[in-house]
């Protein structure tokens, strides 16, 4: 019976490789973060390294993405993380989103959420493991992006609209 299952998913992991996958890198940047803000180069490549793959339509796959079950995981990984924030599409959003975006990401890189611990789990990608000037760095960066807005645009163009509460 052990022999049957092991061989059951022995097939199973060979079959799956076979399996197409679509990857995130279209690069299509119409609307990137750059058309709109100053993104000094010592910020660029903080965030080449540690969010650019996750947060762009421009990912470098590392080389065991191309094994299944792994790289259907990584795919998700970037298109969840994407889903949230993506540099490429950043402009194309209502100016309120694009300051909130910054909001988040203060919250996210000041508590160490950002980038996550899976992405630089056994050393896989050190250039993602920021430091604490690192991150301020990126905070500040994108505090004065806030700021800027501020100055720009009317207060109440930049607020979240209040969501309606849950139906009971």
Request: net charge negative; proline share 7%; glycine share 4%.
């Amino acid at each position: 019976m052990i022999k049957k299952i092991t061989l059951a998913v022995v097939v199973l992991l060979v079959a799956i490789q076979f399996v197409p996958m679509e990857k995130n890198e279209s690069g299509t940047n119409d609307f990137d973060i750059t058309k709109n803000y100053q993104v000094p180069e010592h910020v660029a490549t903080i965030m080449k390294g540690a969010c650019n793959d996750c947060h762009t339509n421009s990912t470098k796959y590392p080389w065991y993405s191309n094994i299944q079950p792994v790289g259907f995981w990584l795919n998700h990984h970037t298109n969840d993380g994407k889903g949230h924030l993506n540099f490429s599409e950043f402009t194309s959003l209502p100016l309120r989103v694009q300051n909130h975006k910054f909001e988040e990401i203060i919250e996210m890189v000041e508590s160490g959420e950002m980038p996550l611990p899976s992405y630089t789990y056994l050393g896989l990608h050190p250039e993602a493991n920021l430091s604490d000037e690192d991150r301020k760095v990126v905070v500040d960066w994108a505090k004065e992006q806030m700021a800027l807005l501020a100055a720009t645009y009317p207060a109440d163009s930049l607020k979240m609209k209040p969501r309606p509460a849950p139906a009971q």
